[in-house]
Structure formats: C-alpha cells, structure tokens
C-alpha cells in the first residue's frame, strides 16, 4: 500500500512539473508538423501513373519540354544515402572545432547567418507568396456552392456564374451566404479589383545590343513578399534575432525543401533515414559535438520555443535565452519521405483510373500499336490535373455538387500512406519530448521519429498487400516508354554538368523569348512601327497585363471526360 503512494506521489510530482511545458511541446509538434503537411502537398507533381495533360495544338512543344522541367524535383541516388552522414559529420566535426578554436563564435555566426540569408530571402518568398495566394483563395474562390448550386468565377466579366439552366449571376465577388451581403457600388468595384489583383503583372522587355531581346513578368503579390522577406532577413542579421523571425526561416528552408528534392524511390529514402538514424545516435550520445553546436551556434539552423518564466534546465549558463529547441534535419529529412508518400498516394490514384482498351485493327495507330503488343492491350491512363492549391475552393464548395470531370476532384485523392507517415511522425516526436522530460538529457530525434514514419509507411503497404508495388515505385520515370533515366547521385559530376547545361539552357530561351514575342506580334497583325534598334545600345519597355505572356496561358482544347477521368479530345472540323 506504501509503494502505490508513493508511486502515485511521484507520478502527481512530475505532472507538476510538465504541466506548466505542455504549450511549449504542443507548440513545438504544431511548428514541426505545419511545413511538412503544407510542404508535402505543394510538392505534387505529375505521377507516371498519369497521362500528359492535354494542351492546344498551338503550343509549341518546345513550351511543353520547359514546364516539364520547371516542376522535375531533384532526386537522390542510393550512393547519397552513405555519403550524406558522411558529409554531415565532416561539417558538424569542423563547426565543432571551429567553435572550440574561436572559442566566442560570435564571427562564425555573422559568417553562416549572411550565408542562410541568400537561401532565406528566396524560400521565404516563395512561403509568404503561396500563403497570400491560400489565404486570398479563402475570401476569393475560383467557385464555391450555395443551395445545391455550383457558382464559377467568369474571368473578365466580374460576375459568378452559375451552373443551371438558365444561366444565372452574382454581382458580388464574395463566396457562399456572404454573397447576400449587399455593398456600394465604389466598394463593390474594389473588391472586385482585389480580386483581379493577382492576375495581374508587370511585363518589362528589355534591349540588349547584340545580345538579344527578353522580357519579365513581375506580380504584385510576389514583388511585395520579396520586399518583406528581405526586410526580415535583413533585420535578423543586423537588429536582433528573436525566436520566432528564426523559425520563420525555418519554415521557409522547410517549405522549399520538401519541393525541391525527392529521394526518388521508397526504399532510397528508407537507406537515407537509417543512415541518419545511425548519424544521430552517434554524435549525441557519444560525442559532444552536436549539442554543443547546436547550443553555440545561432543560425536558422533550428526551430526555437520559449520555455514558460525563462526557465532552463540545470547547468545551463545564466543569462542564456531559455528555449527548447529541434534541428530543422529532424524536420526536412523525415518531412521529404512523408511528402513522397503524398505522391506515391497521388500515383496510386491515377493507376486505379487506368483503363486498358483493345487494339482496334480499323484505327491506324491502335493497328501499328497492335503489331508490337499483339498479346498485351493498350493501357489508357487518365490525364493529369493539377492537385495542388485550390484550399479556398475546396472550403467553400460541397463535393455532392462536383462534377465527374471537376478539376477539383483532383485534389480529393484517399491518402492512406501520407496520414500513415504523418501519424508516425507525431507520434515519434511525442515520444522523444517523454523520453527527454524522463530522463533530463537532450534525445536524438531522429531515434524515434525514423522508426515512427518507417514502421508506418511501410506498414500501412504490408497491410494493404502493396509492398511490391511500393518497392517498384521510382519518380524518376516520368511513364513514357523510352524515356527511363538513371538517376545519378546529387553529388556527381554528370549531375553538375546537367544542372549547369540546364541553367544555360534556362538563360538561352530568356534571350530568345522576346524576339518570338515580336513574330507572334507580326503575325497577328500588331505589329507597330518601331524605331531601329541596331544603332540602340539599350531599351526598355514596362506594361500591365492580366496574368503572363498570352502565349504561354493559351487554353487547352475542348475535351470531354467520362466518370473514370479517361479523357477524349475533340478534333476540330
């Protein structure tokens, strides 16, 4: 009867004690689990499950070749899953000793903070753009239902347009039951205008003698995240460094990694975390070197949360900043196998669409298809439709009311893997705050949450009966025939030679793009009388337009889709 007492005693003791830190935890498993959810989702991409989108005749395929490699992510190789704790361990064993040398790194954090700050300024305006453009979708929809009724935005009309016969409109721009709200006209005319706002650009051409012509489209919205992230970064390095400006730097590395690199095969990404996991073991518990540098070093390097009253924990030095602390590695290297499941869940939902159709003898194509696959039917896959954005939209419109072939269908995919995976996380990142309130010593993060979204993920496909179909699954193959590369390590030379070849590339079709503008002008009879500019050195030219270049937002073709999503063109007679 003494020993339950006592045990009771003690269990009410450590309750006391952790009750005043559970809005610090809560707020640090809120931080963590954000950017990889909104990460993971803008991080979908076309699946090899699915077919090319279908486009006009009139867009060049030159065009088509160069969206394709604006949204390709960087994949890794299994040679990177040995060399990355390798590499990381060189660079914590060389902070380490830097530190120790310095002993004040007071010039080593200036050095790595202006450093952060050129990859800070570009992640954090691509965070705070697509936040603007998710947050104006909410007071803004593209469509929204009301009673029963599906009510469409009509670009340059300023009217929602409603699906019945007979067509019916709405004057005002607000969606659902704000709709009814009745406003002046003058007021009505602005919030229209702030609804067109981001549509809207600024094209600047430019003349170089004998180097060509170019132009750049400059949005608005972009431009003003642009401003307010150099301001933050600016002020982070130069005024003060409070927790929060560095964990919305953090976010930004967070939110931009997860788009930018994909481990390219499951079970590449699984060597990658087991590696890492072995990583962290080691310099936590048997070196020094990494919580020493992560308590020496104040970069945004690290997501920061204030305990309650300043306390700190025992041996900390007095006068310290009292805050708890977790690696943006602990973040980012599980958040980018969690956004893969996302996409693996994406890939499973446009295979289950695959039809396979019998070679018709009377149809050319299917007739010369047939001779080389003359025992295999042809599969027909459903077109790709974007699945990313759209949360205003998908807020404020009832899914009863869709259509078969609503483009909002598409972000509707069941996720089984990615809430599998995120489950996982949570609950890892739950045990290592348990495990390091018990034992009062910093945790390895990396130690629980690697088993967490591992043991889930490929669970849930042991489950499901799918783990050939996971271990087969490589986003490096982009589902044509032919067309299969090998994926080389992010670290080797040829990966270099293609990253600059591209770059260059990237700089040729700027130069090249504003004298095709000027064809295009001619050919459709505007063109102007314009001075000559061989004897101009420079020149340039500023307009408002609505959204891009004309040439590049041309509408696809009429088409009509069945309730598999298997998409017909139409031929133009």
């Known amino acids: 009867m003494g020993t339950n007492s ?55 395929d030159e065009d088509e070749e160069r969206e394709d490699e604006e949204t390709k992510m960087e994949g890794l190789s299994p040679l990177d899953a040995l060399k990355f704790p390798l ?48 947050v104006i979708s909410y007071a803004f929809p593209e469509m929204y239902s009301l009673h029963g ?22 004057q005002s721009p607000l ?56 301001a933050c970064i600016l002020y982070y390095n130069i ?42 073991i080691y310099f936590v518990f048997f070196t020094p070197m990494m919580v020493e540098v992560a308590t020496r070093l104040d970069i945004p ?64 194509q299917d007739s010369s298809s047939s001779e080389e696959h003359s025992t295999q039917d042809i599969i027909v896959k459903a077109p790709w439709i974007p699945a990313t954005g759209q949360w205003g939209t998908r807020y404020w419109t009832d899914p009863r009311v869709l259509q078969p072939d609503d483009r909002l269908r598409a972000t509707l995919f069941p996720k089984p893997y990615f809430n599998a995976a995120l489950s996982g996380y949570i609950t890892g990142l739950i045990c290592t705050l348990v495990v390091m309130q018990v034992f009062g010593h910093a945790q390895p993060a990396l130690l629980y949450l690697v088993p967490g979204v591992l043991i889930s993920f490929w669970g849930t496909a042991f489950v499901k009966g799918e783990l050939k179909l996971m271990w087969k699954y490589d986003e490096s193959d982009d589902g044509e025939e032919g067309k299969g590369v090998k994926m080389q390590s992010f670290f080797s030379l040829t990966r270099q030679e293609e990253l600059s070849k591209r770059a260059e590339k990237t700089v040729k079709e700027i130069t090249d793009r504003g004298s095709e503008d000027e064809q295009d002008d001619k050919q459709n009879g505007e063109d102007k009388p314009q001075k000559d500019r061989g004897s101009e050195w420079v020149s340039f030219s500023v307009n408002l337009m609505e959204g891009k270049c004309a040439k590049n937002r041309k509408l696809p073709p009429a088409k009509e889709a069945d309730v598999d999503g298997v998409v017909e063109e139409k031929k133009n007679v």
């Not at 914590?92 to 007071?106: M, N, T």
């Not at 949360?305 to 690696?327: C, E, H, S, T």
């Open 6 to 60: 006592e045990l009771i005693d003690r269990i009410r003791a450590e309750w006391r004690l952790v009750l005043p830190l559970i809005p610090t935890y809560l707020h640090l498993i809120l931080s963590a689990v954000s950017p990889i959810f909104v990460g993971a989702h803008s991080s979908l991409t076309r699946p090899s499950s699915a077919a090319k989108p279908l486009r006009s005749p009139e867009v060049k």
């Open 301 to 364: 390097a690290k997501l920061l949360f204030p305990r309650p009253g300043g306390r700190g924990r025992p041996g900390d030095r007095p006068g310290k900043r009292q805050v708890a602390m977790l690696g943006l590695g602990d973040v980012v290297l599980p958040g980018i196998m969690i956004g893969m499941a996302l996409r693996f869940d994406l890939y499973l939902f446009y295979l289950k669409k695959q039809q396979r159709k019998i070679p018709d003898s009377k149809n050319p």
């Open 175 to 230: 969606p659902g039951r704000l709709a009814r709200l009745q406003f002046p006209q003058v007021i009505s005319k602005f919030l229209w205008k702030i609804r067109n706002s981001p549509s809207r650009s600024l094209c600047i051409r430019a003349h170089l003698h004998q180097i060509g012509d170019t132009h750049i489209h400059l949005f608005p919205q972009t431009c003003s995240c642009f401003i307010i992230a150099l």
């Open 149 to 170: 009724k599906l009510w469409r935005f009509a670009k340059g009309r300023n009217v929602m347009i409603a699906d019945t016969e007979p067509e019916k409109s709405c």
């Open 239 to 280: 005024v003060d460094k409070p927790w929060w400006l560095t964990n919305l730097q953090g976010f930004g590395f967070v939110y931009s990694s997860l788009q930018i690199v994909s481990p390219t095969t499951n079970w590449t990404g699984t060597l990658i975390l087991i590696a890492l996991f072995f990583y962290d």
């Open 87 to 134: 590499l990381a361990g060189a660079t914590l064993a060389g902070l380490y000793f830097v530190i120790k040398w310095l002993d004040d790194p007071a010039i080593l954090n200036k050095i790595l903070n202006w450093y952060f700050s050129c990859f800070g300024v570009l992640s954090l305006t691509r965070m705070l753009d697509d936040s603007c453009t998710t």
